[in-house]
């Protein structure tokens, strides 16, 4: 019996597990209520366990349950990833190589890799967004973006595939005229905390309630790469900026490096990650792109 398990079932159960009810799971999907019951039933049945507690007025996933819902969203992902792979090849080369790419990740390796695309993939045209944080994730969740180069955001929304692309060292710098600048050795995050932080702020949601690398309460919150390293060059604070982009500053004593006691400067990294919707792989000129930025 367990062969005749299907894709369907599986998108049925996953449905009403995600919606709290069948009737729910039957609008989404648009079937009759009865038809999404019947569906489960049958399932549970050649499986032979039961999925779902149905003694209160809306059904709950059972332990079992909730066990194989994590295994039938994998299967269902693989395929849908395998279906959307082989529509990529059927469809041969993409368009327009759209890629959304976190300000962080460093420029030259941005433009060798469009350098190689426009030299091997000439009728594919390139359209860049630099973003920030949740900005990089949102365009490719919505579509607008097929790859995405992620960093600033830690975590991934479970919808999207994500793949190691190496990691960006990071080093925290003040203006020599700013009072951390005159500090020696290691600096404590009490002394941190006295001092106005630059960060960066999201213009998504989707790290909404979330800091990530605050360590003082006196935050400055900048849209912008750019207008973040004007800022500390400008002595207004202190803040975590990536190595590549301030290097030349810290060599011509525009910006100074400082030491902090909760992070050493050899943890001072961050992971960056390609990202794509399971339904929408990256195509030839995507894949180039990609291994270009790996190579």
Same mark, same amino acid.
């Given at each position: 019996?367990?062969?005749?398990?299907?894709?369907?079932?599986? =998108?049925?159960?996953?449905?009403?597990?995600?919606?709290?009810?069948?009737?729910?799971?039957?609008?989404?999907?648009?079937?009759?209520?009865?038809?999404? &019951?019947?569906?489960?039933?049958?399932?549970?049945?050649?499986?032979?366990?039961?999925?779902? %507690?149905?003694?209160? =007025?809306?059904?709950?996933?059972?332990?079992?349950?909730?066990?194989?819902?994590?295994?039938? =969203?994998?299967?269902?992902?693989?395929?849908?990833?395998?279906?959307?792979?082989?529509?990529?090849?059927?469809?041969?080369?993409?368009?327009?190589? $759209?890629?959304?790419?976190?300000?962080?990740?460093?420029?030259?390796? @941005?433009?060798?890799?469009?350098?190689?695309?426009?030299?091997?993939?000439?009728?594919?045209?390139?359209?860049?967004?630099?973003?920030?944080?949740?900005?990089?994730?949102?365009?490719?969740?919505? +579509? $607008?973006?097929?790859?995405?180069?992620?960093?600033?955001?830690?975590?991934?929304?479970? &919808?999207?595939?994500?793949?190691?692309?190496?990691?960006?060292?990071?080093?925290?710098?003040?203006?020599?005229?700013?009072?951390?600048?005159?500090?020696?050795?290691?600096?404590? %995050?009490?002394?941190?905390?006295?001092?106005?932080?630059?960060?960066?702020?999201? /213009?998504?949601?989707? &790290?909404?309630?979330?800091?990530?690398?605050?360590? $003082?309460?006196?935050?400055?919150?900048?849209?912008? @790469?750019?207008?973040?390293?004007?800022?500390?060059?400008?002595?207004? +604070?202190?803040?975590?900026?990536?190595?590549?982009?301030?290097?030349? %500053?810290?060599?011509?004593?525009?910006?100074? $490096?400082?030491?902090?006691?909760?992070?050493?400067?050899?943890?001072?990294?961050?992971?960056?990650?390609?990202?794509? /919707?399971?339904?929408?792989?990256? +195509?030839?000129?995507?894949?180039?792109?990609?291994?270009?930025?790996?190579?």
């Amino acid at each position: 019996m367990l062969g005749n398990v299907t894709l369907d079932q599986m =998108r049925t159960f996953i449905a009403a597990a995600e919606e709290g009810s069948f009737s729910a799971a039957g609008r989404k999907l648009k079937r009759a209520q009865s038809v999404v &019951s019947q569906t489960l039933a049958n399932l549970e049945t050649q499986l032979g366990v039961v999925l779902f %507690d149905r003694r209160e =007025r809306y059904p709950k996933l059972t332990e079992t349950g909730a066990t194989l819902l994590v295994d039938a =969203r994998a299967v269902v992902q693989n395929m849908d990833a395998f279906k959307a792979r082989a529509q990529s090849l059927y469809e041969g080369l993409e368009p327009e190589l $759209s890629v959304a790419v976190d300000v962080m990740y460093p420029m030259n390796k @941005l433009t060798q890799a469009a350098g190689y695309c426009q030299d091997n993939f000439v009728h594919t045209p390139l359209r860049l967004h630099v973003e920030v944080l949740g900005g990089v994730a949102q365009l490719v969740l919505d +579509g $607008s973006c097929r790859l995405g180069i992620i960093g600033s955001l830690p975590i991934v929304p479970e &919808s999207l595939v994500a793949e190691p692309l190496g990691r960006i060292q990071f080093v925290t710098v003040v203006s020599p005229a700013h009072e951390l600048a005159s500090i020696q050795g290691l600096i404590s %995050d009490t002394e941190l905390a006295r001092h106005v932080q630059l960060i960066l702020t999201d /213009r998504t949601a989707l &790290s909404s309630g979330q800091n990530y690398g605050v360590m $003082s309460p006196l935050m400055w919150r900048l849209s912008d @790469l750019g207008s973040k390293r004007a800022f500390l060059k400008a002595g207004f +604070g202190w803040g975590h900026m990536p190595l590549h982009m301030v290097e030349k %500053d810290i060599a011509a004593g525009e910006l100074v $490096s400082i030491q902090l006691h909760s992070i050493p400067a050899a943890e001072m990294f961050m992971g960056m990650q390609w990202v794509y /919707r399971a339904d929408d792989p990256p +195509g030839p000129a995507g894949r180039a792109f990609i291994s270009q930025l790996l190579s």
